[in-house]
């Protein structure tokens, strides 16, 4: 996985959020959150995370288990072993093979 910076924000592993989280930079989310998700840059879910929650950023890239509406302005990358429900908004999408996707892909221009 790319990482444009350094992460700023992390979730880790064994933790339980419920709310509205957001970022200013790289955030890494490990564990379990239920809510919304907002970062101006890149949102990274690691393998083990659980995310329920839209999620709202610049990039995002999953390789854990995320269930809601993702919008990114520029891409989306979505890696082995991840699991994947929901829709997602953006102008470049990225799937690995073996990812699993049960959803709906709009795609639009950077902006």
Do not use: Y
């Not at 930079?25 to 995370?49: L, Q």
């Not at 950023?57 to 699991?83: C, F, H, M, Q, Y």
């Not at 908004?89 to 996707?101: D, R």
């Amino acid at each position: 996985m790319e990482n444009r910076g350094e992460i700023s924000a992390i979730i880790e592993e064994g933790c339980r959020f419920e709310g509205n989280l957001s970022f200013t930079g790289v955030a890494r989310i490990a564990g379990i959150v239920n809510g919304s998700i907002f970062s101006n840059d890149t949102v990274i879910v690691s393998e083990g995370a659980v995310v329920n929650a839209d999620i709202n950023a610049d990039v995002i890239l999953i390789s854990g288990t995320v269930k809601g509406n993702v919008k990114a302005s520029s891409r989306v990358e979505i890696i082995r072993p991840a699991r994947f429900e929901g829709t997602i908004t953006a102008p470049s999408l990225i799937v690995e093979e073996g990812v699993i996707f049960h959803g709906t892909t709009k795609m639009r221009d950077s902006q």
